[in-house]
Structures are given as C-alpha cells and as structure tokens.
C-alpha cells in the first residue's frame, strides 16, 4: 500500500475502466475497488461493448475490467478491437475480464494466463488482482511518456488468439452455429434476391448491421453480422483479417508489409486494398 | 436337462438363421423342420393306415419325395405370382389345391429315380391307391399350407410389432432425453451466479430490494425444482415461476428490461406439461434482450380459442439470427433447446401440438406454443 501512495505521488493516478452491463455488480465493483485501492481512478464506467471501446480509446486507461457478456460486444471483442486500434505510441492497458461461473471459460483463462475474477467477486480474491496489478505497476511507469515496447500488446494479442480458439461458444456468449456451409449469399437488392455464389465473393466487411459482400461485379449488404456468418464458410478459404473484414485468401495477390510493420493486402480482381490487423499478422508470415 | 438343451439347440438353430439375409431360400431353411415333420407323419400314416404294401425305409423316401415337390411347387409359384406381398387366404390355398397332385406325381417319379424303379410301374402302382393318395397330398398340402401361412403371418406381424415397440422406445428414450436436458438446462449455474452476484452487491447497497430478490430467488428456484417433478402444472403456477424469472432478470438487467405478464383468470388453472414455456421465455432473455444494447419488452400471454390453448412470448429483442429457418434442427444449442420443446410436444400430444417462431416487427420475435386443451 505504501508503494501505491508513493506511485500516486509521483504520476497521475493510474486508471481503470469498468465495463459491466449490470448496473448492480457495475456498482459493486466499484465499490470494492474503492475500499483496497482507493488511489484507482474509476471514472470510466460503461455499460455495454460498443462504449468500452470508444471509452477506452478516448481515455486511455491502464486497467480494464472486462465483463465477458456483455450486450453489443463481448469482453473479448473489446480486448480484439483494443488491439487492433492501439495506438502503437502508448502503453496496452492491462486487462482483468470479469465472468460469471463458467467452468469452460475459466479453464480457458487458466491456459492462456490471462487475468480473470469471477463473480459473485470475493473480495480477498479482488485483492490478489489489484495486488498483481500494483506490482505490474511498479516495474512500468504508467501512461504516455513511455512507448509500449510492445510485450503487453503482444501477450494480450497471444492470449486472444488462444482464447477464441478454446472457448469461443462459451466465451463469446453465443452459441456455436451451424456446421453446414454456405454455398451462396443471398442478399436482398430492391425487391430482388442477388444470389452470389460463394467462390465469387471477393471479401466480406461489417458495417453497424450490415455485411458488405464483394464481387468483382458488385458489392450488396446482406443484414447479418461476421459473427453469425463466420461459422457458415469454409476457414480454409475465407480467413478473417481485421475484426470486420474477412477475405477469400485465393482473391489475394499480394500482402504489402510496410515500415511500420502494418500489412495491406492487395487483390487479383478488385482495385481494393485491405489491411490486416496487428491481431491476424501472424496469418501473413512468409512459409 | 433334456428341456435345456432342446432350448439351446433351439437357439442355436435360431441364431443361425439371424445371420442368412431375408430372402425366399431363408423361408425355405426356416419351415424345414416342420416339413420334414409333416413328411414322417404322411410316412406313418401311409405304411400303417393305407398299408401300401411298401416298406416304412420306402415310404419314407417316397413321402419326403412328394413332400418337398408340393413344398417347393407352392412356395415357388407364390413367390413367382405374389413375391413379398403376402396372398389372400383364399389364394393360397386354392394354390396349394392345385400344386398337391403335380407334386404328388413329381415326388412318385423322383421317388421311382431314386430307387431305379421303372416310372411307369411305379405310377401304375400308386393309381391303385390313387384317390386315397391324391385325397391325402390335398388335405395335408392344405393342412401344412394353413400351419406355414399362419406361421408366415405370426413372424410378420411379430416383426411388424417389434418394429412398432421399437419406434415406440426410441421416442419415449427421445422424449425423456430431451425432458432430461431441459431440466439440466433449467437452473443454469450461469443464472444463479449472476443472481447471486447482484444479490451479493444490493444487500449493501439497498437491503429492501436484496430482500425481494431474495424472495424471488426463492419463488424460482422452489417452483423449477417441483415442476421438474411433476407431470403437470397449472398455468398458474407456470406464470408465477415466470414472473419470479422475470423479476430476477429485471433487476439484474435495470432499466433495459420491461415486461408484461397477461394471463385470463378463467385459463389459471388450466394444466399444461411443466418446462415448456419457461425455457422460451429463458431463450427469449437470453438470446434475444440480454444481448441487445437497449434492450426491450417480454410480453408473455394465454389465450384459448376453440378448445386451443395459444401461449406465446413476444420480445423486441435481436431477433432470429441470419438465414434463421423455423424447421431446420442444428447442432446449435438455442435451437437445440427448440428442438426439445417440438421434440415433447410431439411425444406429448403428437400433431395436435405445435411450436413455432416468427420475427416480430419491427425487431425481435414471436415465439408460439398451441396445445389442445384437457377434456
């Protein structure tokens, strides 16, 4: 504790973000947090996926308490999109995702070491958190004069990538979805049905509500979303490279690596260019 | 001792006969010891009784000679002019009127072959029995064809009625395995935890409230425990676990959960089966309001209508996922749940039932249950 009260003294306060959709546990969280770590700035509250990502990316913080389901996103959609959207300049905010009992999520957790509590949230197990997170801490200087060397991001990035594949039904709150494939889109244009067959989709974007599929001759929104969808195609031809785009990989003619190490795929019939985000890099590594 | 080893020869010999594939040659194996039976007894019958003349060794050839003839003859020709399909009664018999004589003569000249005796004696020798013979073959072609016929249609409808039981025990086993999942499902460690974890927070911060939840808690967790036992609830009481739920979720979910509860005083002591509608509001939540970011409205109503009891859960929540079709049954565990309730209904009230959803505008769905109503 008196480490904490000299960090305070010397920095900002180090801040945290709460995301959690129940406003009673939202709360009592906070309240907990106040009691065995009063110097924590919680001022950053939200209720829902969608404003724990711009929230976060507006301020900043070096916490995140993460509910995993969440409505709009879940805990780990925030963490992707975080990842994604970092800037490199700053330092990756740790992250502690918050779970009610879920036997396949905390054993997920457990293998990929990522920071979790569990709910109802003991307060003795709060305090070993907000211990390991003081420590942390203590050997990095909090906030915006010191770049991220990039380990935190990195590690966040690993345990995501490990995570989606160990539990994505459970932790991603929604349920696995068919097996079967989907041989053509169809998507409403006026008061017809455009059918495209599915090897003639060039790549797949999200929108809000929407997925924008492209083909060389057009691009149509069909109203579904790349969660729903993802599941429906084949993960040997279509692989997701961003949050929102997922591209059919014999489209691609080329991936552009420039200086600051960010991908940009170039296609065989379209003049489009995609980027790859830092969380599906690995995807592009030279064979 | 004697018993026993009868029994297991029995089902030696049975055991046998499950490895040949159906066909005419497994019939033909199957009534054989009953011919050869049948064969013996005409050679009794003939040497004793009719006193030919013949020796019993002869006469024996000579039986199961013409017995196998008419066998074959009437088996072969009702394969050839009825194949599977079984004949009338009428039928068969006139077949097997007609084939006894050709096989009684048959059977003479293979009999005649057998012991290098001429043809034409030995045909000349049986005329002198002729209508005692011809008589005999009849009857006893008729005989044996009514005992094989009835033992066709015994086996038949013995398979027809294993097939039937089968069918039966493999719907029962559906119908309990799905009833077992439901209850599995029922109290969700996910539910309670989060219960518990809100409970847990108000009893600092508003013990009132705590102490409604508490009651709540209780009211649920009391009625899904009993209604997983019973074979019937009232409408009633399904409403009352409802509203516990409902209560529940609300405080939990705050000011992103409205609903409404609407059940006819003349309908609450209506019976349904238990666990039916309560999974479809809990799918609702679950899939459909806990997700969305403003949330929404849970209607829930009853109504009756021609000896037709319609429930139905109205929500204003997400909606049916994309490409979403009412009949198509997926590994995927919220239209597993669906398949469920189709799959008691069925077993419950067969086609007189029905479940279905539809999207409701202009967001979320309808979910449906019509059931006949008791009396």
Same mark, same amino acid.
């Given at each position: 504790m008196e480490l904490t009260t000299s960090m305070s003294t010397q920095h900002r306060p180090i801040n945290a973000l709460i995301a959690e959709d129940e406003p009673i546990l939202s709360a009592t969280l906070q309240r907990m947090l106040n009691k065995l770590w009063p110097e924590l700035d919680l001022s950053c509250v939200v209720e829902n996926g969608f404003e724990a990502v711009q929230s976060a990316l507006t301020s900043m913080p070096d916490v995140l308490f993460l509910d995993i389901n969440m409505p709009g996103k879940t805990g780990l959609e925030v963490a992707q999109e975080l990842a994604e959207e970092w800037p490199i300049d700053k330092a990756f905010p740790l992250i502690v995702y918050v779970t009610a009992y879920d036997e396949f999520a905390v054993k997920a957790f457990e293998t990929c070491a990522a920071d979790y509590i569990l709910k109802p949230v003991s307060e003795a197990r709060l305090q070993k958190t907000v211990q390991r997170l003081q420590s942390h801490f203590q050997t990095r200087t909090p906030n915006v004069q010191q770049p991220d060397t990039g380990t935190d991001l990195e590690r966040v990035i690993t345990q995501l990538r490990e995570l989606q594949q160990l539990a994505r039904p459970t932790l991603t709150g929604h349920p696995v979805m068919p097996t079967e494939k989907l041989a053509v889109i169809r998507?409403?244009?006026?008061?017809?049905?455009?059918?495209?067959?599915?090897?003639?989709?060039?790549?797949?974007?999200?929108?809000?509500?929407?997925?924008?599929?492209?083909?060389?001759?057009?691009?149509?929104?069909?109203?579904?979303?790349?969660?729903?969808?993802?599941?429906?195609?084949?993960?040997?031809?279509?692989?997701?490279?961003?949050?929102?785009?997922?591209?059919?990989?014999?489209?691609?003619?080329?991936?552009h690596k420039d200086e600051a190490g960010k991908i940009t795929l170039t296609l065989k019939n379209s003049d489009d260019k995609l980027s790859v985000s830092r969380v599906y890099a690995h995807l592009f590594k030279q064979m | 001792m004697g018993m026993s080893t009868k029994q297991q020869m029995i089902a030696k010999w049975q055991q046998w006969l499950n490895t040949i594939p159906d066909c005419f040659l497994k019939k033909v194996i199957t009534e054989l010891p009953r011919l050869l039976i049948i064969n013996v007894l005409c050679t009794l019958l003939v040497t004793f009784v009719i006193r030919n003349g013949s020796s019993l060794f002869e006469n024996?050839?000579?039986?199961?000679?013409?017995? #196998? +003839?008419?066998?074959?003859?009437?088996?072969?020709?009702?394969?050839? %002019?009825?194949?599977?399909?079984?004949p009338t009664v009428l039928a068969f018999y006139l077949l097997s009127v007609t084939m006894a004589p050709i096989g009684f003569v048959l059977g003479s000249v293979i009999g005649a072959v057998l012991f290098s005796y001429p043809i034409t004696s030995v045909l000349h020798f049986q005329s002198k029995f002729i209508y005692a013979f011809i008589t005999l073959t009849c009857i006893i072609s008729v005989v044996a064809a009514w005992s094989f016929w009835n033992k066709i249609q015994m086996t038949e409808l013995i398979a027809i009625a294993e097939k039937e039981k089968a069918?039966? #025990? +493999?719907?029962?086993?559906?119908?309990?395995?799905?009833?077992?999942? %439901?209850?599995?499902?029922?109290?969700?460690?996910?539910?309670?935890?989060?219960?518990?974890?809100?409970?847990?927070?108000?009893?600092?911060?508003?013990?009132?409230r705590a102490q409604h939840m508490l009651a709540q808690l209780i009211v649920y967790l009391r009625a899904t425990l009993s209604a997983s036992r019973a074979e019937n609830t009232s409408l009633q009481s399904e409403f009352t676990l409802i509203q516990a739920y409902l209560d529940l979720i609300a405080i939990r979910m705050g000011k992103r959960l409205r609903y409404t509860i609407d059940l006819p005083i003349e309908l609450e002591q209506e019976k349904i089966p238990p666990m039916l509608l309560q999974p479809i509001v809990e799918n609702a939540i679950k899939h459909g309001l806990e997700p969305s970011i403003h949330g929404g409205t849970i209607t829930i109503s009853a109504s009756k209508n021609n000896g037709i009891l319609t429930l139905e859960v109205r929500d204003t929540g997400l909606g049916l996922p994309f490409n979403y079709e009412d009949k198509q049954v997926l590994a995927d565990k919220s239209k597993l749940g669906n398949t469920n309730i189709r799959e008691r209904l069925f077993a419950l009230f067969h086609d007189r039932a029905a479940f279905t959803l539809r999207p409701n505008t202009p967001e979320g769905t309808i979910a449906t249950i019509t059931i006949p109503m008791a009396r």
């Open positions: 998507a409403a244009v006026g008061n017809n049905i455009r059918m495209i067959p599915i090897e003639d989709v060039i790549y797949f974007e999200a929108t809000d509500k929407y997925i924008n599929v492209v083909t060389a001759e057009h691009s149509s929104l069909i109203r579904s979303s790349l969660r729903e969808l993802l599941p429906q195609l084949d993960p040997h031809l279509f692989w997701q490279i961003h949050r929102s785009t997922v591209v059919h990989i014999k489209q691609v003619k080329m991936a | 024996w050839i000579f039986s199961n000679a013409i017995g #196998a +003839s008419c066998y074959l003859l009437i088996r072969g020709v009702g394969y050839y %002019l009825w194949k599977e399909a079984p069918r039966n #025990a +493999s719907i029962e086993r559906q119908a309990m395995q799905a009833q077992l999942q %439901l209850l599995q499902a029922q109290i969700e460690p996910h539910m309670l935890f989060n219960t518990l974890a809100n409970l847990q927070g108000l009893i600092s911060i508003d013990p009132d």
